[in-house]
């Protein structure tokens, strides 16, 4: 078995994408984000995910990664999880600059800007890795045609693991192509489940208490006016769901779009 890092023994698959890693970030033992040339023909909506593998197996293993860039960029950006003995991440956290990942093609995914209807505010819920499809529609300046006010939520066990978004947030303003039109419309609201910092919760207990609201001076999460994408575990989706349907929130989609969205964030 190859090793990332070394030369591939294996010939690339037909009809997928070799591309080379251009950089890896490591955030905690647990995460870590990398960015990749991205193929000259593949397109996709903001927001939707590719199937990642490495070139080390006769077979190689895909596993379903959102794509954190946005679609306009010229390189693709993925924030993943390191699961020890998770059959692709135990070896793709190993990856180096220079090394090659396999791409294939067709992006897909429901958390886009076309299966939901017009409304006045977005709310996009993330937990862990979650948040990885979110920082592709943050990065899109249609996300800021269609809607007037975003915030993003992202509750992950420890402070360190909330840093992705963080920077990604703070690194809005400078962007040349949407600094100017996320200014003051993007709020960024963080909590922590298991370290001990000043918001502490998972995400429906926060919106459950009304303690979000309070938090952010803002109007209760309403069908009328706002729209919600979900991303994290199995079972955050399933709670976040339940609260989304009982405020009044329908499920959407690029046939049918509604008030709200989820998929599942990569588990490894
Ligand atoms: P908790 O620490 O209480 O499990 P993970 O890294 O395990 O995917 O978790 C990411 C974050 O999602 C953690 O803060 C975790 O809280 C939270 N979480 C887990 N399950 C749920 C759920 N059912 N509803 C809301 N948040 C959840």
New binding site residues.
């Given amino acids: 078995e190859a090793v990332a890092g070394e030369t591939p023994r294996f010939p690339i698959p037909a009809n997928v994408h070799a591309e080379t890693v251009v950089s890896v970030r490591h955030y905690t033992d647990r995460l870590f984000s990398f960015r990749i040339t991205r193929p000259q023909s593949l397109r996709f909506r903001s927001g939707e995910f590719v199937m990642i593998g490495l070139p080390n197996a006769e077979k190689p293993v895909y596993r379903a990664y959102s794509v954190a860039s946005p679609n306009w960029d010229d390189e693709l950006e993925f924030f993943s999880i390191k699961v020890p003995d998770g059959p692709l991440t135990s070896h793709l956290q190993k990856i180096a600059p220079g090394d090659t990942v396999l791409v294939r093609p067709k992006p897909t995914g429901t958390l886009v800007l076309d299966a939901l209807t017009p409304a006045r505010r977005l709310f996009m819920i993330s937990?862990?890795t979650g948040i990885a499809p979110f920082a592709s529609v943050l990065r899109d300046p249609d996300t800021y045609e269609k809607f007037e006010r975003v915030v993003l939520t992202h509750?992950?066990?420890d402070s360190a693991e909330l840093l992705y978004g963080q920077e990604l947030v703070a690194a809005l303003k400078d962007d040349p192509l949407i600094g100017e039109m996320t200014e003051g419309r993007v709020t960024l609201y963080n909590s922590?489940?298991?370290e001990q910092t000043e918001r502490m919760g998972?995400?429906?207990a926060l919106i459950g208490s009304g303690r979000f609201y309070a938090d952010l001076g803002i109007e209760k999460l309403d069908p009328e006016t706002d729209r919600i994408m979900i991303c994290?575990?199995m079972?955050?989706l399933?709670?976040?769901k339940e609260l989304a349907e009982s405020l009044g929130f329908e499920e959407g989609s690029l046939a049918n779009p509604a008030s709200y969205v989820v998929e599942r964030a990569f588990v490894g």
């Fill in positions: 937990t862990g509750t992950c066990r922590t489940t298991r998972r995400i429906t994290g575990s079972h955050m399933k709670d976040v």
